[in-house]
Nanobody, 128 residues
């Protein structure tokens, strides 16, 4: 049974930093493409960043470019999101997601249905 457990969220002042973690179990983590999404209550879940199974390819939403860094440690079965220069508009529940299915040509990594497994989320609150 695949489990993804996020941690590292909390309350931080604007301009501060946080590092989120997503611990995976029950799966072949090193073969999965991974991503971070976030969701504000009442709004759709939105893509933040994704990383290939090897860590060699990353991609960010415009809102995350230059401030957030996605990484992974396959030996530890853990995904990370380092967030810096945080803004109040970054306040959301952050979710990690995993894709176990084979790649397809033309895949849109920002779509929710691309991913097979989701964590329960961790709250990030940025004060102004």
């Amino acid at each position: 049974q695949v489990q993804l457990v996020e941690s590292g969220g909390g309350l931080v002042q604007g301009g501060g930093s946080l590092r989120l973690s997503c611990a995976a179990s029950g799966c072949s983590f090193s073969t999965y493409h991974m991503a971070w999404f976030r969701q504000v209550t009442g709004k759709e879940r939105e893509f933040v960043a994704r990383i290939s199974w090897s860590g060699g390819t990353t991609y960010y939403a415009d809102s995350a470019k230059g401030r957030f860094t996605i990484s992974r440690d396959n030996a530890k079965n853990t995904l990370y999101l380092q967030m810096t220069s945080l803004k109040p508009e970054d306040t959301a529940v952050y979710y990690c997601a995993a894709r176990s299915r084979p790649l397809m040509i033309g895949i849109t990594w920002s779509r929710l249905d691309v991913y097979d497994y989701w964590g329960q989320g961790t709250q990030v609150t940025v004060s102004s």
